[in-house]
């Protein structure tokens, strides 16, 4: 794409709207249409936008693959732990403490300003949606590392184009 510069520019002027629109998806999703795993795949295509235009090297550098490893773990981790964190959370039933089911937001009711601090329903479907966002991005990054990072293989033999060219010379 080097012999293409209008391309990588446009490229470079859009992906922050893309990036943003992403961020408006995920926390807007539990008012409106959206949420984690549209807020997802959206981030993720600013990310493999890049890597077409500017090379697989270069978006590996941006987003390195240790740490989109991580990011999966993360975004499970915080999908689950919100679930858990229900699950140990007391649930009061007219004066009755009783032990709340999986994702039972009820459990994450607080007495705090609930201007700044959201409590109950809302709070748990934010941590939830965020670990499913985080997760969505990590692994649609991912399939495109593994798909652009295969050799291309010649379809008569079967057998690597680049090894074979290479032992030629």
Same mark, same amino acid.
């Given at each position: ?49 890049? $890597? +077409? ?28 732990? @919100? $679930?858990?964190? @229900?699950?140990? +959370? ?12 999986? +994702? ?18 809302? +709070? $748990? ?9 985080? @997760?969505?991005? #990590? ?17 008569? #033999? ?12």
């Amino acid at each position: 794409m080097i012999s293409f510069p209008i391309i990588r520019v446009i490229t470079k002027i859009i992906i922050p709207y893309i990036l943003l629109f992403a961020l408006y998806v995920q926390f807007h999703g539990d008012f409106g249409p959206g949420g984690g795993f549209q807020a997802g795949v959206i981030f993720a295509s600013a990310i493999i936008l890049y $890597g +077409l235009v500017y090379g697989l090297p270069a978006a590996k550098r941006v987003a390195p693959v240790k740490v989109v490893e991580k990011l999966i773990a993360l975004g499970l981790v915080v999908y689950a732990g @919100t $679930g858990f964190l @229900t699950m140990l +959370l007391p649930l009061s039933k007219g004066g009755e403490a009783a032990q709340a089911n999986f +994702l039972n937001y009820e459990t994450l009711n607080h007495s705090l300003n609930h201007e700044w601090v959201p409590g109950g329903q809302h +709070l $748990g479907i934010f941590l939830v949606e965020l670990g499913v966002g985080i @997760t969505v991005t #990590s692994v649609m990054i991912m399939i495109f590392y593994a798909f652009a990072g295969r050799e291309p293989v010649d379809a008569k #033999s079967g057998k690597s184009k680049i090894r074979r060219e290479s032992a030629k010379s």
